[in-house]
Structure formats: C-alpha cells, structure tokens
C-alpha cells in the first residue's frame, strides 16, 4: 500500500542533544510537510517542500532545519533540542500544491521526548 | 483571515448513540477546502474527507455523514450508532487560495464513546 513512513515511531534525546527524524513516502507525491503537534493542541505547520523548493514558516524557531535529499524522503534535524520541542512530529504529503488545495495525507508521526 | 472554529472541546457519548460534531470556518475566498481528519490515540491522522466549495451535497460513507452548508458556514459532521473504535480527536480543517494551500486547522474535538 503507499503510504507515508515515519522513523522512529518514538525518539528520546537528551537537552540540546542534536536529532534527526525522518519521513517517507511510496505516494510519489511532490509537496512534504513538517508539523508539530504538542498535547491538546492542532498540529503546527514547520515548513513544507514543494519538490525542492524548501518554504519555512515565519515563526519556526532556527533550531528547527529540514532536507530533503530526494522525492521520497525527508528528514527533521532539530539542532539543539529543549524541553520545549518535546511533541509529536508529523509528517505529510500532498500530490501538487500547484494545483490548488490538496488532500494532504500523514505519517503515523514520531513523538519525541527531551530529557 | 481564514479560521476554522470547533467549539465543542470534549463530547462522550455512550455507545450506538449519534453524535454530531460542529465546525464552522471563515474565508474570503470563493474556492475552498474543507476536510475532516480522525486522531486515534495512535497519533496518526488520518484522513475522512475533502469537500470544494462548490459542492453542497451532503455526504455519507457508512455510519459517517456530513453537512456543508455554506450559508452558515458550516460543515458539520455526525456519526450513526457511535462505536467505542469511534474514540478520538477530530479536526475540521480548511484550505484555501489565500493560505497557500496550506491547511488551517481546527483546535479539534475530543470524542469519547463509553461502553
């Protein structure tokens, strides 16, 4: 089945210990987003690619950076975790942001915890 | 600006009961987006529908059924003969031209189906 990976399912680093996460997808979809989503809350959109077209959102802390090395993969290396970035990490993909609005479809996330 | 407003925070209902949970959104463009997303206790979000502006008919998939009415600015979703699998939270959410095809979303509904 396509569908949207995300590696690891749960993470622990330790404070300011550098992680990377990472997402992919068998959908050959162009568009990957990174969110963030903390308890009780929506989740937050980080940035988003649009094939390599890298698109960071204004309030996304610096600590926070992103690759995207190939269509089907994309990684989340935050570089200096505090306690304040423990959550879980979504990711997603949608077929064509070009076209409009489209269906964005998620990974099963990664949560992270900071010691 | 675009928002999406679901002001039920929790609803818990018991078993084989409707439940109906409200969404109402703000837009100032005239082709939009709306989608309903399920968050299992899993983490993964997972997707239920898409609906454009341009299409009021109401839809239902099994026990799941929706109501866009754009007069009220509403796409309101129910659930027939709730199950306990039922449990979780839902987002409404919406995208437009304006966002960028970016989703904005709900601050989502906790439901929770008692035996």
């Known amino acids: 089945d396509a569908m949207v990976i995300q590696n690891p399912r749960y993470q622990v680093t330790q404070f300011g210990k550098p992680v990377t996460l990472s997402c992919s997808q068998t959908?050959?979809?162009?568009?990957m987003y990174w969110y963030q989503q903390k308890s009780s809350q929506a989740p937050k959109l980080l940035f988003h690619y649009y094939d390599k077209d890298f698109n960071n959102e204004a309030d996304t802390p610096d600590n926070f950076q992103s690759r995207r090395p190939n269509t089907s993969f994309c990684f989340l290396d935050i570089r200096s975790p505090g306690l304040g970035d423990a959550a879980m990490y979504l990711c997603a993909t949608s077929r064509d942001e070009a076209i409009g609005p489209d269906t964005q479809y998620f990974g099963p996330g990664t949560r992270l915890t900071v010691l | 600006a675009q928002k999406v407003t679901q002001a039920q925070t929790e609803i818990s209902v018991v078993e084989k009961e409707d439940v109906t949970l409200d969404c109402v959104y703000e837009?100032?463009?005239?082709?939009?987006?709306l989608f309903w997303y399920k968050q299992p206790p899993s983490g993964e979000l997972v997707f239920l529908i898409r609906?454009?502006?341009?299409?009021?008919q109401n839809e239902i998939s099994g026990r799941y059924s929706w109501n866009f009415q754009k007069s009220t600015s509403s796409f309101n979703f129910t659930i027939t003969a709730s199950q306990v699998v039922d449990s979780a939270v839902y987002f409404c959410a919406l995208s437009d031209y304006s966002s960028a095809s970016k989703i904005i979303f709900g601050s989502g509904t906790r439901l929770s189906i008692r035996p």
């Open positions: 609906r454009n502006s341009f299409d009021e």
């Open positions: 837009t100032r463009d005239t082709t939009y987006y």
């Open positions: 959908l050959n979809h162009n568009v």
